[in-house]
Structures are given as structure tokens and as C-alpha cells.
């Protein structure tokens, strides 16, 4: 008896440090510890737990009954990102097992989901929400398609009180990966080969490339952004995407 009162205290000791709002988030936060690993998704291990499985549901469903006209910012950043990675996942538990998220017709499109008192598709949530409302190139690197060439799925929710520096990791943690991002200098001629999101979404990082660079070193380590201020030419490609699926 004495040891349930002393979890019950803790558990309540643990919410008190987020706001609400974040603590809407904290099944999420649970079950992505849970089942992601290094960017990898076990969806056969949820998909064979109905009690995670049930935990997972409520909170879809209390991101539906959730009232965010008076949220921040921050907020409805970790709203919506959360949103669309919780979504994301439970579209493919819907349809699994498959190879590739693009094995479901028009996955992106679908007005299924309810957030925020809305029905809404994914593509609402990234263009309408995130990119159009809020402004936010990180996003980018945030929200994740359920494929290997997406941003890696974090295994933490995120959370308004640490949104911003949540969204500087994971920009960071892009870079860091060679299917995201390769740097050749040869004779301080820069060769980058860079993930077709910056093709995709170029706009959202700049109007050039020069301003796209600009947004680019920010992110990297220090020798490989002062070899690109320095550099006498610098050249972008794009790498091939890869839209296998993110976990098995």
C-alpha cells in the first residue's frame, strides 16, 4: 500500500513540471520509449501488446477532444508535431505489415484523423499547421513519414517547454546521417549531397541556395560550416529518398 502511494506521488511529482498541455503528451512520450530505438520503429512488438496498443488510442483520442485555441506557440508545436508522428504511426499499424508507407493509397491525403476539435489529413497538419501557420523550417526534421529517408523518429514526445531546443537537436541529429547529408571539399571546391527535402520544401530554408546554406551551417559541426563559409564554390545535389519503412 505504502509503495502505490509513493508511485502514485511521483507519477503526480512528474506532471506538475509540464504545463497541461504537455501533459497530453506524456502516453505518447511513454509508448515512443517504449517501441522506437534508434530511429526505429517496432511496430510488430505494439502491434502485439492490445495494452499499449489501448494506451496508444487514448491518446489519439485525447488529441481529438483537445481545446488549442488559447495554446502558445511552443504548444501547438509539440501539439501537431506529436500529432503527426502519432498518426503517422498508427496509419501504418493499420495496414501492417507492408514495405513502404507508399504502399497505402494517398496515405498523406486522408481526412481520418481528428486533432484539435478538427478532421484533418497529415498533409494539413505539415503544409496548413505547421509550415503555413507556424512558420517552422525545423519541422522538417521533426516529422517523420514512416520511411528510412525521413528525419529519424525520436524517442521522446515533444513538449512545449522544450520545444525549441528539442527542434535544434533534431536538425542537428539530420546532419549527422549519410543518407540526410554528405560533404566532399576537394581544393576547397564543396560538393553537399543533401536530402530531397531541401528540394521538396526548398522555400522554407531559403529563397537561394546561398540562404539555404546559411540555414544549413547552423546545424553542422564547426569544421564542415566553416569549410562551406569559406569555400570558393559550393554545389548542392540531391540524394536518392528512400521510402522503405522505418521499423519492422
Known amino acids: 500500500m505504502i509503495k502505490q502511494i509513493l508511485s502514485i506521488t511521483l507519477f503526480a511529482l512528474i506532471l506538475i513540471q509540464y504545463s497541461n498541455a504537455d501533459n497530453l503528451h506524456m502516453p505518447w512520450d511513454r509508448l515512443l520509449h ?13 502491434k502485439n501488446r ?96 514512416a520511411s528510412i529517408g525521413c528525419p529519424h523518429l525520436d524517442n521522446k514526445a515533444f513538449l512545449s517547454e522544450t520545444v525549441q531546443k528539442h527542434l535544434d537537436e533534431r536538425a542537428r541529429s539530420f546532419f549527422t546521417h549519410q543518407n540526410n547529408f554528405r560533404l566532399q571539399n576537394k581544393n576547397n571546391m564543396i560538393t553537399i549531397r543533401i536530402s530531397k527535402i531541401f528540394k521538396w520544401f526548398g522555400g522554407d530554408f531559403g ?14 559541426a564547426p569544421k564542415d560550416a566553416e569549410d562551406i563559409k569559406h569555400a570558393k564554390k559550393v554545389k548542392l545535389q540531391y540524394l536518392p529518398y528512400d521510402w522503405s519503412l522505418n521499423g519492422k
Not at 517504449?34 to 505494439?46: C, E, H, N, R, S
Request: charged share 30%; hydrophobic share 40%.
Open 34 to 46: 517504449a517501441y522506437v530505438k534508434g530511429g526505429v520503429v517496432q511496430y510488430t512488438a505494439l
Open 207 to 220: 529563397k537561394s541556395d546561398d540562404e539555404k546554406l546559411m540555414f544549413i551551417r547552423k546545424f553542422l
Open 50 to 145: 492490445p495494452e499499449d496498443l489501448v494506451k496508444f488510442n487514448g491518446y489519439l483520442g485525447a488529441l481529438a477532444k483537445q481545446d488549442i485555441s488559447r495554446y502558445s506557440r511552443d504548444e501547438q508545436l509539440a501539439f501537431w508535431i506529436n500529432a503527426y508522428n502519432a498518426f503517422t504511426v498508427k496509419l501504418i499499424l493499420n495496414h501492417y505489415p507492408l514495405k513502404s508507407i507508399k504502399d497505402i493509397k494517398k496515405p498523406w491525403n486522408q481526412k481520418i484523423w481528428k486533432a484539435g476539435g478538427e478532421t484533418i489529413s497529415l498533409d494539413i497538419i505539415e503544409h496548413k499547421k505547421l509550415r503555413e501557420d507556424l512558420k517552422e523550417p525545423r519541422i522538417h526534421f521533426a516529422i517523420v513519414c
